[in-house]
């Protein structure tokens, strides 16, 4: 069971999702992942909590004050947000967010890529991330979907650091750090779609997950179907926030 107490600079460590319905998002991830919710008391939190998974922390959710659906959104471990935030400005990119502190938990940032794609950084404090990745019900994947592809491949090994090589047995672009691969990249497929991160929980029966989903609310967007690295399908919840779900094939 891969748990974690820290993450290097440019690995993806934390995701968290904007609901108009908070109790009816805890409802359909704890009947999809077995999720519990445990939420902040502090008066200052907003109403943020965050999800569990055998007893160690897999995600955050908070009440989405903006109009419009709930999101998840992906969150980029870094030792230093304002260093990140200077090459998001030198590569073309937008603060949205500046760094802020987040009582003695982290620093957190929100960043537009050029093409409007939106992620997140966290410097840690007494927070560190997701405990638990890459098992089922966790966190195990994030892939970027863009316009344009050539952009992002500047864009992001300058924000990062990340290197990049072709993904296994498919079009588009696996991010690596230390060698390792860490997120990926495919064509958004149609120019006019908008770009944007998703997020990947890991499933022992991505099928059974889809219908799951589907029969509680949810929508499937793209139909479960086999990749290089599992079967997979794109779902999104009774709100309206997108995600994937995968199940992974066996270490060789």
């Known amino acids: 069971m891969p748990t974690r107490t820290g993450y290097p600079h440019g690995v993806p460590c934390w995701v968290d999702l904007s609901s108009p319905d908070v109790g009816a998002s805890v409802d359909f991830y704890g009947e ?6 445990q939420f902040d008391p502090h008066p200052d939190a907003g109403g943020y909590g965050r999800f569990t998974s055998r007893g160690m922390l897999v995600a955050g959710i908070g009440p989405r004050f903006a109009r419009g659906a709930a999101e998840w959104s992906l969150y980029v471990a870094t030792g230093d947000a304002e260093s990140v935030e200077s090459r998001v400005k030198e590569a073309g990119g ?3 967010i500046g760094p802020v502190q987040v009582f003695e938990e982290g620093v957190t940032a929100l960043f ?6 939106a992620f997140m950084v966290w410097q840690a404090g007494r927070h560190h991330g997701a405990r638990l990745v890459g098992e089922p019900w966790a966190l195990c994947w994030a892939e970027l979907r863009s316009p344009d592809p050539q952009e992002a491949r500047a864009f992001y090994p300058h ?3 990340w290197a990049s090589r072709g993904a296994r047995g498919a079009e ?12 990926g990249m495919r ?8 770009a944007g991160w998703l997020s990947f929980f890991a499933v022992r029966d991505c099928d059974a997950a889809a219908d799951l989903a589907s029969g509680r609310g949810g929508a499937v967007l793209a139909a479960p179907e086999d990749s290089p690295a599992g079967r997979r399908a794109v779902l ?3 709100q309206g926030a997108a995600f994937g779900v995968l ?6």
């Open 32 to 37: 999809l992942f077995g999720w519990r919710a």
């Open 94 to 96: 937008a603060v949205v």
């Open 112 to 117: 537009h890529d050029p093409a409007g794609a």
């Open 159 to 161: 924000v990062f650091g």
């Open 172 to 183: 588009g672009v696996e991010w690596l750090v230390d060698g390792r691969a860490v997120a």
């Open 187 to 194: 064509p958004a497929g149609d120019a006019r779609a908008p």
């Open 236 to 238: 999104a919840d009774p």
């Open 247 to 252: 199940a992974p094939l066996p270490a060789r």
